[in-house]
């Protein structure tokens, strides 16, 4: 799981860091808001610790701008102890609120416990904005992949192409099944279109391209997304 820890005060996020990443999280760090923003949108944050009073942007519009395309949950660090404060927080999204001073063993347990609320929410998969194979994540909502927590863009035929697989796992398809699903032509096949396409495909998700671990020949009838590593 990925978090992004968006604060100013270094020690703090140095502190936050350490101990999220011995509770086993990937932690991205940003020192101000804007900052905030770019890191969310090169890495698939699966949730976000924010300050309030932090330069450029702030946490509530920091808040009001991931609200804008995402629904992750969103825990609000904060010195003032204000009920206004609180009431301003959650009414724009936010899911938890902690006052400083606080321990980093609550901390990681409220960031578990709003994981799990947030994971059990989104456990349908036809509501799902995303699919996750291995270190491959797909997001639905802004069409990109994440592999390893990196942003990698495709263009409409490769992401169409990549969502049939991933939504079908372990399935074998034709190369005249994959041009149908992708191009939409019930009379026109062209078994080259395919095969260049799963070409680049496999160089943007495949670590190495000419020894595929994703996207897998099946020789004689066509190709499928495998779950496992190795040759299977």
């Not at 999280?25 to 009073?53: N, P, R, W």
């Not at 980093?104 to 416990?113: N, Q, T």
């Not at 194979?133 to 990109?144: G, M, Q």
Request: negative net charge.
């Amino acid at each position: 799981m990925n978090i992004m820890i968006a604060e100013d005060e270094i020690d703090l996020q140095n502190l936050l860091k350490i101990n999220l990443q011995d509770a086993g999280y990937t932690v991205f760090t940003a020192s101000d808001g804007i900052e905030a923003l770019s890191v969310m949108k090169d890495h698939a944050i699966d949730l976000a610790v924010l300050d309030v009073v932090m330069p450029k942007l702030d946490g509530f519009n920091l808040l009001r701008k991931i609200r804008e395309t995402s629904k992750i949950p969103v825990i609000f660090l904060t010195a003032r102890n204000d009920d206004m404060d609180k009431i301003l927080g959650l009414g724009l999204g936010a899911d938890d609120y902690m006052i400083k001073p606080f321990s980093p063993s609550e901390l990681i347990a409220r960031v578990g416990a709003q994981l799990r609320r947030y994971n059990e929410y989104s456990s349908d998969k036809q509501n799902s904005t995303k699919i996750e194979i291995r270190d491959l994540i797909l997001d639905k909502d802004s069409c990109l992949l994440y592999k390893g927590g990196q942003a990698t863009q495709l263009n409409a035929k490769e992401y169409k192409l990549l969502l049939y697989f991933m939504t079908s796992p372990d399935k074998v398809f034709t190369k005249k099944q994959l041009y149908k699903a992708v191009w939409d032509d019930e009379f026109y096949y062209d078994d080259n279109t395919v095969m260049v396409h799963i070409s680049h495909l496999r160089n943007k998700i495949e670590s190495d391209p000419k020894n595929p671990q994703y996207i897998k020949t099946i020789r004689g009838i066509g190709y499928k997304f495998s779950t496992n590593e190795g040759n299977a």
